[in-house]
């Protein structure tokens, strides 16, 4: 058995089918996984959140702590409650973990990493934080949920408290407000529109129930890695881990390079592949013929391997594979992936794939 949100009795209440996740009990989905991703593209679905961790990083030294430890630089964000995704990397420019930081006011971050890499990570920054007045703490007595889709803030924000209603439908993206141990933030790993919200975890059934009254759709993983794969966003340890570079995971416009003596950890070994030509691409692909496109299937150019799937799956909205990979330099946009024995075309493409539910390819 694995460990449990504060949402678990309410997930098997609503018929959820629960399976292991990062060491966690998630819901896979409550009965149809494409009805969900739709439910998300069309109107509103609701994703429990929880089993990531949310981080608080305070202290008069917590900036600067931030600004060495990741590969973003945190001095850009100046609005309270403002927000940026980053790259935590170790000394040799391989990815630690993807996250989001929000600075809530000087001197006072949250940061939210993922589930499978939570204690990990949350060793590694307390390793780096000994040369700065900073306090890391962990704040597992919040539960995460996140509500997505075109109709998501109309939905949601009139069931937060009374304080939080109006500034949540008039929050701009990427941005943070707060209320007591509430926290509702404009971001999301769909594609869509919506809302990502901290709250206490006495409060999250209620919430969650509620959500459901107002006709927000509950989803599961599934969904929530079919809509992640067609908004083209990485996933931790299929698409980048520690031994892959941001620059061959299509994260490269995440790394601040000013200003220049800004010393973040992995700096030195990233700097000096910037801009070389024989870094691997990260890219999309669409099937051109029946099939689904899988994780590490290998991909072609005649006799020439160029390299491999990360993350690929099939696409609901656009009814067709697709695929995020990481191949060789230098060859055109037409390829094939061996597939159970046999090589089927595939078209090289940039992603997003499909983004506030409009196709972004053909």
């Known amino acids: 058995m694995g460990l449990k949100t504060a949402l678990f009795d309410s997930h098997n209440r609503m018929g959820a089918k629960m399976v292991p996740f990062g060491g966690w009990d998630m819901p896979l989905h409550y009965g149809s996984q494409l009805q969900e991703h739709h439910a ?17 990083i305070v202290g008069d030294g917590s900036e600067g702590f931030l600004r060495h430890l990741l590969a973003n630089d945190v001095a850009r964000l100046q609005q309270p409650g403002k927000a940026l995704y980053s790259c935590m990397l170790n000394p040799d420019g391989g990815v630690i973990d993807d996250l989001i930081v929000y600075r809530m006011q000087a001197g006072r971050y949250r940061m939210v990493v993922n589930a499978g890499t939570a204690e990990k990570d949350l060793g590694w920054m307390e390793q780096q934080a000994h ?26 924000a009139p069931l937060l408290p009374n304080a939080l209603q109006q500034s949540a439908l008039e929050l701009k993206p990427f941005v943070a407000i707060e209320d007591g141990e509430w926290l509702v933030a404009r971001t999301g790993y769909t594609g869509e529109d919506g809302f990502e919200i901290s709250l206490p975890t006495e409060d999250a059934a209620v919430f969650w129930t509620a959500l459901a009254e107002a006709g927000v759709a509950p989803c599961g993983l599934g969904a929530r890695d079919t809509l992640r794969l067609e908004a083209g966003m990485n996933l931790y340890g299929s698409d980048m881990d520690e031994t892959i570079s941001p620059l061959e995971s299509g994260l490269a416009w995440t ?16 700097e000096v592949r910037r801009n070389k030509d024989d870094n691997l691409r990260f890219v999309g692909l669409l099937l051109e013929g029946r099939g689904v496109l899988r994780d590490h299937l290998k991909i072609f150019s005649g006799d020439d391997e160029l390299g491999e799937i990360t993350s690929g799956g099939f696409a609901p909205t656009l009814d067709r594979s697709i695929a995020l990979a ?34 972004k390819v053909q």
């Open 326 to 359: 990481r191949i060789r330099s230098g060859h055109d946009d037409n390829c094939e992936v061996e597939m159970r024995g046999r090589r089927v075309a595939v078209r090289v493409v940039k992603p997003p794939f499909v983004r506030s539910g409009k196709a």
């Open 255 to 270: 790394i601040a390079w000013e200003p220049e003596e800004r010393e973040f950890i992995g700096r030195q070994a990233v």
């Open 131 to 156: 040369a700065y007045t900073v306090e890391i703490s962990a704040r597992r007595d919040l539960a995460m949920i996140a509500v997505q889709g075109p109709q998501a803030r109309a939905l949601a």
């Open 40 to 56: 998300v593209r069309q109107s509103a679905g609701m994703f429990d959140v929880s089993h990531m961790l949310a981080l608080d």
